[in-house]
């Protein structure tokens, strides 16, 4: 004998399938509205990453907290960059993170990558929106990508 039980609804799915709540297009300008009030704070926390990341001291020999901390803050600026899609500054971050984790331990890491790496996170800050700025940013994201292929690149 089979035994039909009628399935209970849920409060969740009835309010799901009800109608009302916004527009996907209305939830979307409501975020974009919610980021722009915090988009200065978030420039703010950007900037004192990098103004950090500037400031670490180029290790002397092999130093894996300095590659480790460098790391964190590089990371940290694609967190706070990514909300804002503020993709040019991710790009670059992210890069910076690929070449420090490649670090080999027990050999001194090329500082200089940090050093061209934050110089050109902070140009992108500077640089103004538009075409213009669009076209200056792509060209540094372009060198840096030079220097992640030359720098992952398996030798041999």
């Known amino acids: 004998m089979v035994v039909i039980r009628k399935q209970r609804t849920s409060r969740l799915s009835t309010m799901i399938d009800a109608p009302g709540g916004v527009s996907v297009a209305t939830a979307r300008a409501q975020a974009a509205a919610n980021l722009d009030v915090i988009k200065p704070r978030g420039l703010e926390i950007i900037s004192a990453l990098i103004a950090e990341l500037a400031g670490l001291p180029a290790p002397m020999g092999p130093d894996t907290a300095a590659v480790d901390r460098a790391y964190g803050l590089s990371a940290g600026v694609v967190d706070a960059a990514g909300p804002f899609e503020m993709n040019d500054l991710c790009r670059a971050a992210s890069g910076l993170c690929d070449l420090l984790d490649a670090a080999v331990e027990g050999q001194t890491f090329d500082w200089r990558i ?38 992952l690149q398996p030798s041999g």
């Not at 110089?119 to 060198?143: E, F, I, K, N, T």
């Open 114 to 151: 940090v050093t061209v790496h934050v110089q050109a996170m902070q140009l992108m800050l500077s640089l103004p929106s538009g075409p213009a700025g669009d076209a200056a940013r792509s060209q540094v994201l372009d060198g840096l990508d030079d220097v992640l292929r030359a720098k």
